[in-house]
């Protein structure tokens, strides 16, 4: 132990930090991420009052969430590459800051934007912005919490998760009083703001700082490259996994206003003035944010693999449950609800097992490389409207989603965990 906290003091030049500080590195992280939070889940607010001011269509504001999406999933890997090549004092901080400038830059475009191509701009540099702030705080997330990274993660995961529910009220009521181009000047503003103050406070851990504490699930005692990790079957497995069941739970989230009213149950009142659409995307939003350090936790303790089987076991009986039994409003909100508990935890799940596998030296590059799944996972999500189409029924659809994740569960167990088990008896893993 002396001889880590001398090499801490030699690479550092100060004093160990103390046994709170990495949860205060954590407290960081997880309002970073609140902060951008709404880029991704508030922007349907923008949509309408855009195209009334604009009398754009529709179809082409949304190129510009797409945009948003693209750049924000598939430019990860540069923006992790360049936080673990800066080191661990710099690299974070800096990443956040740039990335706390292009939020405010963009959301500001976005106000005075008087042509699509000005709005997919804004979109362009918030994507950029918003990635670089997700995956360097995740990646941080993973680093300082060899012992708890799966809560860790989970934590960081839920403020991007269930951020915006913090936002998205004041946000509406800025839009009614003032029209939206406030919305976007101000909360931009105050975003980005926020984010690139914070973003000074950040960084990694060095060598033995961390807490010297046996984690309960497999670790790796080498540490790969990016280049290392992407030629190994473990990635690839992984990679698998997480496009089916991301893509799975986008099926459900991106249609799931669309799926009520052709089951007939959106405008069905529940209690008081309240519907069953609008209960059912309170309790998704409640369970997408909580089910993140959820299963984070029950992985730290009950493994990666044996926790994917049971959050996505879960999650396919819920899919077939939603498309038999979801024409009843209760029913509707209650299946779609585990849905997303059992959605949600693949931001958690995923990275900390990816760490796990490949040590934490390289983890920014090696997460966003994993996270890039998100984006790939998109390109399925149409096949939700084909299956509708040749089918006329939403059940399909369900049963399809059911079995991707069946087959998520298949690969846990009978592929992943053996594949990282040969692994240790090679002496690449140890257990702990």
């Known amino acids: 132990m002396q001889s880590a906290v001398s090499d801490y003091a030699r690479v550092s030049g100060t004093t160990k930090a103390g046994p709170a500080y990495r949860w205060l590195q954590l407290v960081i992280g997880i309002v970073c991420m609140i902060m951008i939070a709404n880029l991704q889940y508030g922007w349907t607010l923008f949509v309408h009052p855009l195209s009334a001011a604009h009398h754009w269509a529709v179809a082409d504001i949304q ?115 003032d029209g939206y181009a406030a919305a976007f000047f101000w909360f931009g503003l105050i975003q980005g703001g926020v984010t690139f103050v914070l973003a000074w406070l950040l960084r990694a851990p060095y060598a033995g700082e961390t807490p010297n504490i046996p984690p309960k699930v497999i670790q790796s005692s080498v540490s790969y490259s990016p280049r290392a990790m992407l030629a190994t079957p473990v990635f690839w497995v992984l990679y698998v996994m997480f496009v089916l069941v991301s893509a799975s739970g986008l099926m459900a989230a991106a249609q799931i206003a669309l799926i009520a009213r052709d089951f007939h149950v959106a405008n069905v009142v529940l209690f008081g003035t309240v519907t069953t659409l609008t209960l059912a995307l309170l309790v998704d939003n409640i369970a997408n944010g909580a089910a993140r350090p959820l299963f984070g936790w029950i992985s730290d303790n009950l493994g990666r693999e044996n926790t994917m089987a049971l959050a996505f076991g879960l999650g396919g009986v819920s899919y077939w449950l939603l498309g038999a ?9 209650l299946f779609a609800g585990l849905i997303f508990l059992t959605w949600g935890e693949i931001f958690s799940l995923f990275p900390s097992t990816c760490t ?28 939700a409207n084909v299956i509708v189409a040749a089918t006329g029924s939403w059940r399909m659809v369900f049963l399809v989603t059911a079995v991707m994740n069946f087959i998520v569960v298949a690969l846990a167990l009978m592929v992943l965990r053996p594949l990282r088990s040969r692994s240790v008896a090679r002496g690449a893993y140890h257990p702990a």
């Open 63 to 177: 190129l510009a969430f797409s945009i948003f999406v693209a750049l924000e999933t598939w430019l990860t890997p540069v923006e992790g590459w360049i936080v673990d090549w800066v080191g661990p004092k710099n690299g974070p901080r800096l990443m956040v800051a740039f990335g706390g400038v292009l939020v405010a830059v963009g959301w500001i475009v976005n106000s005075v934007a008087t042509s699509l191509g000005a709005l997919y701009l804004g979109a362009a540099l918030t994507g950029i912005g918003a990635g670089a702030v997700y995956a360097t705080c995740v990646g941080n997330a993973v680093k300082w919490f060899p012992d708890r990274r799966g809560l860790a993660v989970g934590l960081t995961a839920a403020g991007f998760g269930a951020g915006a529910a913090l936002t998205v009220v004041p946000i509406r009521a800025v839009i009614l009083a």
């Open 325 to 333: 039994l979801g024409a009843a409003p209760w029913a509707f909100v």
């Open 356 to 383: 796990d596998s490949f040590d934490p030296q390289y983890a920014t590059t090696n997460l966003s490389l994993l996270y890039t799944a998100k984006g790939a996972s998109a390109f399925l999500v149409p096949l």
